[in-house]
């Protein structure tokens, strides 16, 4: 019985304080999505039900926002998983000085993303910086980075790719350091080949390990938000994610009721995707 | 000749890497020591053609820099030690006890963590807006600390997991509660976590961008990743080497946090679940 209580006293004001702060704005928003509602013109809110759903469903740019969300989600995901695996092979290797790649390589990680996309801003800014330096003598094409586009999508992939390899190559080198030296010896000692090795014996090993870095990547790239923020700002538009509608939906046109209706689709999406992913860590919980 | 090839791969693979990740560091940090005519050159100067260290030190008084420093400082800490107040006694039993409802508490706990902060940001800013706690540094500390949970409880349960229950047994044998026996035994067998946890809570709290920029209206309410954002349009557009500066202040602090943290950043990040 005491045990029951320290379990209840000890879990219950967590869960009490996340619902709070991220179960509650749903129920808000489900509430708010059945108002015409846009702040600066409080005396034209009226009950509309299922107006804004309507609306939504008929939007070009919300389907627009979501495929681009996506289009990222995978792309990045691709770029991320080879460049992240480059990254732990390269680290793998034991030499004199290994421990300063292993963390200068991995330096991206922590940083606040907006300075980072506002770093690759100063990289890519038309007319005065060195990848539009590049680009012109070498390639002799004028991009603009900036403007929208297929230059705008790469962009953002390599923004978040710079920052997010480092992260996949960290979780597969933990794996790769963790590896059991005797399968590997049998093996060549049978006489397999490097490429061999590397595919029958260390990637099935990894293999939960690829997984769970793969998870946690498409976990936060359903959210992408900030390099395609400074990519935009001031520039083209049209890679707008669904992060990105909802803020210009909901805090440039301050269309409450609409932005509301867009965050509930969104937030049961996740939630779902969420939900349904995370319970496969069932065995990491024993 | 095969061996030679592989080495060869590999050291190009390494100056790419080296210079993939070092060189857009590199190139902010010149850019903020030059001056106002260098940044415009065609080519671009790799190197300064003169050093000024001007920007570094107008930024602080050309924009409420102290401000954006300040805001983001006490939110960082408040959402810091709000983290930690509800995830380690959760952490806590969720290590030491098997009960029923075990397994959705940790996963219901753990996918809050992906809800995208843009489907919960609306009625949050309404919210706070009629209480009047919107531009306050606390308000967003204590909405971090929220964030901030899922990542105390899975990654501190980790830590909480590997000390024996049978150290803090012994000890509760000789009269002591389990508090007692926690706060003695546990909590300082885990403090290499705890300070970890800690400092990748506070960097993450340091740079989150889309709650700040929305929740904060003035400019002394603002933390410094939404400061940084503004330079980017307006009159200070092009003013790279100011920007620059201020990106660079806001970097540094983060940079410390990640050297300390180096050793225990996968597991922080994968809550808990790679070591």
Known sequence: ?286 | MKANIWKVATLIAFVFLTLWTLLPIYYAFITAFKSRIEITYWPPTLIPTEFTSHYWIIVWFDRPTVAYYRNTIIAGVISTLVALAFSIPTAYTCARFSFRNRADVLFTILTFRFLPPAAVVLPIYIFLRQLALLDMPISLGLLYGAINIPIGVWVLRSYIREIPPELEESYMIDGYSRLRAFFNITLPLIRPGLVAVSLIILALSWGEFIFASILTTSPAGKTLPVGISEYMGGEWGYEWNKIMAVTFYAIIPVIIAFFIVRKHLARGLTFGIVR
């Open chain 1, 1 to 286: 019985m005491r045990t029951k209580n320290l379990i209840l006293i000890t879990t219950l004001p967590t869960l009490f304080y996340l619902f709070f702060w991220l179960f509650y704005p749903f129920l808000y928003n489900i509430f708010f999505s059945t108002f015409y509602y846009r702040l600066p013109r409080p005396e034209l809110t009226r009950f509309i039900g299922v107006g804004n759903y309507i609306s939504l469903f008929m939007d070009y740019d919300f389907y627009l926002a979501a495929r681009n969300t996506v289009i990222f989600i995978l792309v990045c995901l691709a770029v991320e998983f080879a460049l992240g695996l480059l990254i732990a092979l390269c680290l793998f290797r034991e030499f004199r000085g290994i421990g300063i790649f292993r963390t200068l390589l991995i330096i991206p990680i922590l940083l606040p993303p907006i300075s980072v996309a506002i770093i690759w801003r100063l990289m890519i800014f038309p007319g005065m910086s060195i990848i539009d330096f590049i680009t012109q003598t070498l390639l002799n094409v004028k991009i603009n980075w900036m403007a929208g586009g297929l230059p705008s999508y790469i962009i953002v992939t390599l923004i978040d790719a710079w920052q997010w390899s480092p992260f996949i190559g960290l979780i597969l080198l933990a794996g790769m350091l963790g590896l059991p030296p005797e399968p590997i010896e049998a093996a060549r000692i049978d006489g397999a080949s490097t490429t061999t090795v590397f595919f029958k014996i260390v990637i099935p090993y990894l293999k939960p390990i690829i997984l769970i870095a793969l998870i946690l990547r498409f976990l936060d790239l359903i959210k992408l938000f900030d390099p395609i923020y400074a990519v935009v700002t001031g520039g083209g538009s049209g890679i707008e994610t669904i992060s990105v509608y909802i803020y210009k939906r909901g805090f440039k046109v301050l269309d409450i009721g609409y932005g509301a209706t867009i965050s509930v689709i969104f937030w049961i999406a996740a939630f779902l995707a969420a939900n349904l992913i995370v319970r496969r860590f069932k065995e990491y919980l024993v």
